[in-house]
């Protein structure tokens, strides 16, 4: 069995956030992670090769620094690294994101694409369906658990307080929710090798199958009107009110906002 798993770095959140004049993140100067969700289905995958003997291949598109992410992947225990990475390739939005996985994912042989929900950097749970459309290949959103049968993944896929159980057969694509696991911490072997190990670097030359007019910020349909830092909340109304004062004004506020 060959799984591809698509990683994305991203800004940590929970640090500050820096944008340039033209209102896209400013990537060099923040702290950046392996998206959550997308360490959720790598460790999926890492699972299926403790299980089955699977291949693990993981890929990312980004800048030279997202091989960070790729040799955590591989300390974690994946297989291969795969950075896509050029110049004409930057501004993406998730059409040509997608476009570009694609191109990269025509030159692998694969069971089965993993990649996450969506990203923190976004949040448009875009990507991975997109990438399912360009390669015409079945695609289960929002997997909270999964299993092989045969030449087919089950997966039981997050659908408000319960779940669907799909199943389909393989090659097929996977988006993993952050709940689908906890994923398994780097070993110290694995980051002594993850150093010394190779990582492959395709550019645009390398893309199969996709017009220059899909990719980069040319290629995005996407425009920016405007971004901002979070807005900090202001302390809000503040009251002191006895007990029976208290139930009265909460619920005059409740059906003052008609919640009630």
């Not at 100067?29 to 995958?45: Q, S, T, Y």
């Not at 291949?57 to 974690?76: N, Q």
């Not at 959103?141 to 659908?159: H, P, T």
């Amino acid at each position: 069995m060959k799984v591809v798993v698509c990683v994305k770095q991203v800004p940590d959140t929970k640090s500050s956030v820096s944008f340039k004049p033209d209102g896209t993140l400013d990537r060099a100067a923040m702290k950046a992670i392996m998206n959550p969700d997308d360490k959720a289905g790598l460790e999926a995958a890492l699972r299926l090769k403790d299980q089955y003997g699977a291949e693990v291949t993981v890929i990312t598109m980004g800048l030279p620094i997202a091989e960070e992410v790729l040799r955590e992947a591989l300390a974690m225990g994946a297989d291969k690294g795969i950075l896509v990475t050029d110049r004409v390739l930057g501004g993406a939005d998730t059409w040509a994101t997608s476009q570009t996985l694609a191109g990269a994912l025509r030159n692998l042989e694969y069971d089965l694409i993993i990649t996450g929900r969506q990203a923190i950097d976004g949040d448009t749970a875009q990507v991975g369906p997109q990438i399912s459309e360009h390669l015409n290949i079945p695609v289960i959103s929002y997997a909270q658990n999964l299993k092989i049968e045969g030449d087919s993944v089950i997966v039981e896929r997050q659908f408000d307080d319960r779940y669907h159980v799909l199943k389909a057969k393989m090659p097929c694509l996977i988006t993993a929710l952050s709940e689908l696991n906890e994923p398994r911490y780097m070993t110290p072997g694995g980051i002594f090798d993850a150093c010394k190990a190779e990582i492959t670097t395709w550019g645009r030359a390398d893309l199969k199958d996709v017009e220059d007019s899909n990719l980069g910020g040319i290629g995005s349909p996407t425009q920016i009107a405007k971004a901002s830092n979070k807005v900090r909340k202001g302390a809000g109304e503040k009251v002191t009110l006895d007990s029976a004062e208290a139930v009265d004004y909460i619920l005059g506020k409740l059906k003052e906002k008609h919640v009630v």
